[in-house]
């Protein structure tokens, strides 16, 4: 089955919020940039690699988790969806 976009963004905005930024209702805009706009650090990435690898069955190789590739939640979809 594939994955929707919605289904995807969801997750992901879950987990970071709940798990990296630790603040389930913060507001996370999906062009918001999380990790330029200090929300978590790099090394969070890696975080954020091994989860999209175990929910979604999508390895992120290291050279693509970068703040430019993976800064807002839009860039974290659309990496995930492309596979």
Same mark, same amino acid.
């Given at each position: 089955?594939?994955?929707?976009?919605?289904?995807?963004?969801?997750?992901?905005? #879950?987990?970071? #919020?709940?798990?990296?930024?630790?603040?389930?209702?913060?507001?996370?805009?999906?062009?918001?940039?999380?990790?330029? =706009?200090?929300?978590?650090?790099?090394?969070?990435?890696?975080?954020? =690699?091994?989860?999209?690898?175990?929910?979604?069955?999508?390895?992120?190789?290291?050279?693509?988790?970068?703040?430019?590739?993976?800064? #807002?939640?839009?860039?974290?979809?659309?990496?995930?969806?492309? =596979?």
């Amino acid at each position: 089955m594939a994955l929707t976009d919605q289904e995807v963004r969801q997750k992901l905005r #879950t987990f970071i #919020t709940k798990h990296l930024i630790r603040d389930e209702k913060y507001p996370l805009a999906d062009d918001e940039g999380i990790i330029s =706009g200090g929300l978590i650090d790099s090394f969070a990435l890696a975080e954020v =690699g091994v989860f999209v690898e175990q929910e979604f069955n999508v390895y992120i190789p290291d050279p693509d988790l970068t703040v430019e590739k993976m800064d #807002t939640l839009n860039l974290m979809v659309e990496r995930v969806l492309r =596979g």
